[in-house]
């Protein structure tokens, strides 16, 4: 008898897997994925990005690149300080260059971990002296370089911020990487998004990621050519990063940008919200959340939001888990220095 319910638990895991984004292909290789953020003003994108090195460390995740989506020098040194505390200075790093003004929203915590002192000085340092945005490449000439470069169907994009650099790739024109436009790069080259996006709770509510860009976040959901997977606000809203983790310095020895930034966000102690980290979460490790959909996401002119079942559909959106402690212990075991 037992014999026979472990076949049956072992068939019916197969077909959990066989049905998630990835098949079997997520068995034997790790995942490309570039990184879309809008870093600097919520604490959520920074923890994010931790748990995509930490997945990288465990060979899960091919961490090609990092993009950044607003206009916020600020944001560019964090993200250069946080890959190099990590132990990735080579990933490489691009911005938006006509979009959203961020410098404001990223005194949040970004431009505050750049000015962190103690005793008088500065405790870190960007190795990014950057004064000008063309030191910087461009997030549309990224895109379209990693992806010439990747395999077909391969990379997962995982956006966490604005849609301005997504809405420009799909925009872009051939160039000296590929002769296919944005929208064919993507449909050949693209496995799968995954976006922290949308507010579907009643009353209808903005949600910030939409709201910042309205216009490219119409043009991203009403055309991306891929399977689309939306983590909505409430998702994140219900499952919380513990601040007795940050308390105990993640492990870390000395100072760390992750630790600082967090303490510095606001004032301790407090839990977090976990937006961005569901994005991550739902790109790697799918099976830690119950999907809705088929459909589509529809963006109105004011950046209002709804969903649209439609069988013909290629969108999904993660419905709130029925089981968020264990979500939690899985963000604090993959963000926790282990050594």
């Known amino acids: 008898m037992k014999k026979i319910l472990k076949l049956i638990i072992g068939a019916c895991y197969f077909l959990i897997f066989i049905h998630s984004p990835y098949g079997k292909a997520q068995m034997s290789e790790p995942i490309p994925v570039i990184f879309e953020t809008d870093m600097g003003n919520d604490v959520d994108d920074a923890l994010a990005l931790a748990m995509l090195f930490r997945y990288a460390d465990k060979g899960m995740v091919r961490l090609l690149g990092i993009s950044n989506n607003k206009q916020s020098l600020s944001s560019i040194q964090y993200v250069e300080l946080i890959k190099g505390a990590y132990g990735f200075e080579n990933t490489p790093m691009a911005s938006v260059k006509t979009g959203v003004e961020g410098e404001n929203e990223s005194r949040n915590f ?6 962190y002192e103690r005793n008088g000085e500065k405790v870190y340092a960007s190795s990014v002296s950057v004064t000008s945005f063309d030191e910087v490449e461009s997030s549309v000439t990224f895109y379209r370089r990693l992806l010439a470069e990747a395999t077909n169907n ?3 994009i995982i956006s966490v911020g604005f849609s301005t650099n997504l809405s420009d790739l799909l925009a872009s024109q051939p160039d000296q990487y590929s002769d296919l436009t944005g929208v064919q790069l993507v449909a050949k080259k693209v496995k799968l998004l995954s976006a922290m996006a949308g507010n579907f709770n009643m009353p209808k509510q903005k949600e910030f990621n939409i709201k910042s860009d309205v216009d490219a976040a119409r043009k ?4 991306w050519p891929t399977a689309v997977y939306i983590s909505p606000f409430a998702v994140g809203s219900s499952i919380r990063f513990p601040g007795s983790a940050i ?5 870390f020895k000395g100072f760390h940008p992750l630790v600082t930034a967090y303490t510095e966000y606001i ?3 407090y839990d977090r919200q976990t937006w961005d980290l569901t994005s991550v979460l739902m790109a790697v490790e799918p099976s830690y959340f119950n999907l809705k959909g088929p459909g589509k996401m529809h963006v109105d002119n004011e950046g209002y939001t709804r969903f649209e079942l439609n069988d013909n559909g ?3 959106y993660m419905d709130i888990p029925d089981k968020p402690k264990q979500i939690k ?3 604090v075991e993959l963000i926790m220095n282990e050594n």
Do not use: I
Not at 110 to 115: F, H, I, L, P, S
Not at 247 to 251: A, D, F, M, P, T
């Open 154 to 156: 391969s990379v997962v």
């Open 247 to 251: 308390e105990k310095n993640l492990g």
């Open 314 to 316: 290629m969108q999904y």
């Open 267 to 269: 004032e301790m102690p």
């Open 110 to 115: 970004a431009r505050k971990v750049m000015e």
């Open 329 to 331: 212990s899985r963000f």
């Open 220 to 223: 991203v959901f009403a055309n």
